[in-house]
């Protein structure tokens, strides 16, 4: 490769870091205000509710694959709790405590998008 492509796909790489890097403060930003809007408190998880996501997921880690014990797992939030995940059954998953534990805060800020697009069409109508 010449010099020249090799200079343009360096430039190119760096601006789809840049737009990465500011759309995931944008995401960020919103999850901030959704926590402050409604923010959704932590909770226990009923036995019957672990029992039917294990069910799902076949015995498997939502994260990994593997089999999982029931009394060694983590219920996950999918769109983490720290950026305004909550507590709906389609954001669970039940996981190795490793696996929940590893994924730390990655996450593609499009999926957060969408997430968060779906509260706020389920927020309540603020009156005026």
């Not at 789809?16 to 995401?27: I, N, S, T």
């Not at 069910?55 to 694959?65: I, S, T």
């Not at 305004?84 to 999926?111: M, V, W, Y």
Request: hydrophobic share 35%; proline share 7%.
């Amino acid at each position: 490769m010449d010099d020249r492509a090799s200079k343009l796909l360096e430039r190119a790489k760096k601006l789809d870091d840049q737009a990465f890097y500011e759309l995931m403060a944008e995401a960020i930003e919103c999850a901030e205000l959704f926590k402050e809007m409604d923010p959704i408190p932590r909770r226990m998880w009923p036995a019957h509710l672990i029992q039917e996501l294990y069910d799902e997921q076949n015995g498997l880690c939502a994260r990994c694959g593997e089999p999982l014990s029931l009394d060694e797992k983590h219920v996950d939030h999918m769109i983490p709790h720290t950026y305004g995940g909550g507590n709906e059954r389609f954001n669970l998953g039940l996981t190795h405590p490793g696996c929940n534990l590893s994924k730390g805060a990655a996450i593609d800020p499009h999926q957060l998008l969408r997430y968060l697009e779906g509260r706020a069409l389920n927020l309540p109508r603020i009156p005026r």
